[in-house]
């Protein structure tokens, strides 16, 4: 009977310990929030996926300067449950394009060392034990020097990795939302602006907006034949008429969680393909 008893009291004791399978069962989601001893029983125990949030500073319009950095992580933090992985800390400066880079709260990071950064960045995750990661990226700057570092350590490695480009995944959620054509590639227009006004509706400044009108502080994509240094407005809106910000948070709120929910499960399924392409060489 005292064996028993001592049996049960074992297994009462370890339970929790079973059942914690989950990031949403642990005290914290963000990677830098733990101890390197308590990152080493998590990972890759409860979970082997990481979200980088990436980015940089530069002139959006009437929308905040770091649009470019808020909308990766407001995505990653709604995504990391159901995808049952960590966010890292973001990479907020990154490789700002030249003609944007005049106006005030740009910050440039050159190319070639922007590549070497995040480089070695994803190889130390990866040394940590996580061998799916997700890239958010918030930028267009900073594509070809993530594309050229990830593919380098993937074969280094054999790690995997996604990237996401938000402005182009999920194309058709601008139609659904607010019942016009997608409009990507415009900056610091209708699209990005939801994404800054779900987290707070004051990173779109309104009365900024207003004041200057909304075809002085922007203008249809750049037309070919010309280049400008700098750029004469700093929100590119995709075709005229259409761009334009609308504040309505409800509205905002609908696209950034359909947006979310089309990054996280194209993640899920491409772990999927993963596993799957792993238990072949079995």
Known sequence: MRKTLVILLIILLTLPLLAQKKVSDLKFHNLQNYSWLRLAKIVPEVTDRVILPTGTLESHGAVAVGSDNIVPLNLAERI???????????????????????????????????????????????????????IIDGHGGNKEPTKRAMTRLHLETQANFMMVDWWKIGWDITKEVYGQPAQQSGHGDLEEAALNISLNPDFADREMYEKYGKDKVGRVGAEEGFTLLPAWATTRYPAKGLGYLDFDVKKAEEYTTKKAERIADTFLEAIQRWEMMESWKK
């Open 80 to 134: 990391w449950k159901k995808c049952n992985a960590l966010i890292a800390p973001p990479i907020n400066y990154g490789y700002t394009g030249i003609s944007v880079s005049e106006f005030p709260g740009s910050i440039v990071v050159r190319e070639e060392i922007f590549e070497e950064y995040i480089y070695d960045v994803l190889k130390g995750l990866v040394k940590t034990g996580f061998n799916n990661i997700l």
